[in-house]
T-cell receptor, first 110, second 120 residues
Framework: GDSVTQMEGPVTLSEEAFLTINCTYT??????LFWYVQYPGEGLQLLLK?????DKGSNKGFEATYRKETTSFHLEKGSVQVSDSAVYFCALYNFNKFYFGSGTKLNVKP | GAVVSQHPSWVICKSGTSVKIECRSLDFQATTMFWYRQFPKQSLMLMAT?????????EQGVEKDKFLINHASLTLSTLTVTSAHPEDSSFYICSFGGSGLAGPIPGEQFFGPGTRLTVL
């Protein structure tokens, strides 16, 4: 069945460091791909999305490119801030259902 | 984005008791809502989907008589865990979403902050 695998955390970075959180997926057909972010005490919020191969989603300095050949949707940011500390979830949507990765906690230190 | 609240944020109960979790959308109305559960270091797993005024549709392996879902209105849904046991301890998350003829609209789900349930 469909599934999402993302790198385990926590990931700890210094402010202004480069961020990559890996996400790979298994799916039939043509899923849409998402990154959600969850700040402490809050619900998951949509960060960015891509609906077809080679699309690039971007928001708040974060980017991810839908790579069908490698079945990946890695999240990147060139310069992280302390305020980016949160849990990040990769997800895919296919045949009316969402499938989530296990989440990666990001800690950014000043 | 829309704001969704859950109450309580955490609950501890004894084995055999029932626990009700409320999920409210504070600033919008939605016909479709979803309940997920998440075990430590694991994915969110969809438990059920419900539309206001109709019975919930449960995912395979989820006991509908154990996890009672009531979608009372366009802004309120409740999940009742009946006769809870320690294996029901988990993190429960609700979401309200837009829904078209083909099902949920991707990216238009708004999530609650979750409820941590611990069954002793």
């Amino acid at each position: 069945g469909d599934s999402v695998t993302q790198m385990e955390g926590p990931v700890t970075l210094s402010e202004e460091a480069f961020l990559t959180i890996n996400c790979t997926y298994t799916a039939t057909g043509y899923p849409s791909l998402f990154w959600y972010v969850q700040y402490p005490g809050e619900g998951l919020q949509l960060l960015l999305k891509a609906t077809k191969a080679d699309d690039k989603g971007s928001n708040k300095g974060f980017e991810a490119t839908y790579r069908k050949e490698t079945t990946s949707f890695h999240l990147e940011k060139g310069s992280v801030q302390v305020s980016d500390s949160a849990v990040y979830f990769c997800a895919l949507y296919n045949f009316n259902k969402f499938y989530f990765g296990s989440g990666t906690k990001l800690n950014v230190k000043p | 984005g829309a704001v969704v609240s859950q109450h309580p944020s955490w609950v501890i109960c004894k084995s055999g008791t029932s626990v009700k979790i409320e999920c409210r959308s504070l600033d919008f109305q939605a016909t479709t809502m979803f309940w997920y559960r998440q075990f430590p270091k694991q994915s969110l797993m969809l438990m059920a989907t419900s539309n206001e005024g109709s019975k919930a549709t449960y995912e395979q392996g989820v006991e509908k008589d154990k996890f009672l879902i009531n979608h009372a209105s366009l802004t309120l849904s409740t999940l009742t865990v009946t006769s809870a046991h320690p294996e029901d301890s988990s993190f429960y998350i609700c979401s309200f979403g837009g829904s078209g003829l083909a099902g949920p609209i991707p990216g238009e789900q708004f999530f609650g902050p979750g409820t941590r349930l611990t069954v002793l």
